[in-house]
């Protein structure tokens, strides 16, 4: 199957949450989660069909399928992830009911798919899957999804996920939610506007409390500090220095060569607002 054919499906896969014929109930003892925590529930999924009924704590989750040389030779493939270690992935998400069609096509295979079920009152909504959704906006769900997916790469042989990863999916169901309820502010509204807040940022020495120039503010998702691939940094030095971004929760710093001020949690979206102003203590 296409990259492109996949986005097109996986988009209209999570819009169908039921088919026309009943599902058939799965025994409770053939399906105990290979993994579970206070946010997810992980299953290997031998029988597609009894995926409703195995997940019915969550109405949306992450199947996640073992990587073969199609779905990493054919570019780009913006659903293929590697696993903490190391293994070859992709990914489809959606209602339980809508991911069946892609369970079915590898459940003949050697390696299950692994379901990943959402803690049930996690707000995941459509919105967030938008095609026409910036680019910035789609990256940022995708580096949740393949968090919440890496999570399948240890629980598939029996072992449980690293706490490092565990939170890191937490974190990215955190930003899912958050995404979602940001979208929710403007439900009243004809038109969300284009998901972006302009963050300004002041750099304020912590010992004088003045405002001092020529710092790099950076930031990076919650639950990817330390991954340079999903840091970045502002497109101009302070101060005060502004960015759009898109909304979720991050951790901001600011530097100068080797000096670093404190990182500070900052929700960008928490409010109908489109901009949000704030300081970063430096040195």
């Not at 025994?27 to 409703?52: E, G, H, I, M, S």
């Not at 072992?159 to 990215?172: F, M, N």
């Amino acid at each position: 199957m296409t990259n492109s054919r996949i986005g097109c499906l996986l988009l209209f896969l999570l819009l169908v949450a039921t088919v026309a014929e009943p599902f058939p109930q799965a025994r409770t003892d053939d399906y105990k989660p290979l993994f579970q925590n206070r946010d997810f529930k992980v299953y290997a999924v031998r029988n597609p069909d009894a995926l409703p009924s195995i997940s019915d704590w969550s109405n949306f989750g992450v199947l996640v399928l073992k990587g073969d040389s199609t779905s990493w030779t054919e570019k780009p493939c913006s659903l293929c992830f590697s696993g903490p270690t190391g293994a070859r992935y992709s990914l489809a998400y959606g209602t339980p009911g809508g991911v069946v069609t892609f369970a079915e096509k590898h459940s003949g295979s050697q390696v299950p798919p692994i379901w990943i079920a959402v803690r049930p009152d996690a707000v995941i909504t459509e919105q967030l899957f938008n095609k026409d959704l910036p680019e910035d906006f789609s990256d940022s769900v995708h580096a949740d999804l393949f968090a919440i997916g890496s999570i399948a790469d240890r629980a598939a042989v029996g072992a449980p996920p690293s706490e490092k990863e565990q939170a890191r999916a937490s974190a990215a169901l955190r930003d899912l939610d958050r995404k979602a309820k940001w979208f929710s502010l403007f439900k009243d509204s004809e038109k969300a506007p284009p998901p972006f807040i302009t963050v300004k940022v002041h750099t304020v020495s912590v010992k004088s409390g003045k405002e001092k120039m020529k710092w790099t503010v950076s930031y990076v998702l919650d639950g990817w500090e330390g991954d340079k691939d999903h840091t970045y940094t502002f497109d101009h030095k302070s101060s005060p220095t502004e960015q759009p971004i898109v909304p979720g929760s991050y951790r901001m710093w600011a530097s100068r060569g080797a000096k670093h001020g404190s990182t500070k949690t900052v929700a960008v979206g928490d409010t109908p607002t489109l901009t949000k102003e704030l300081e970063l203590e430096i040195p």
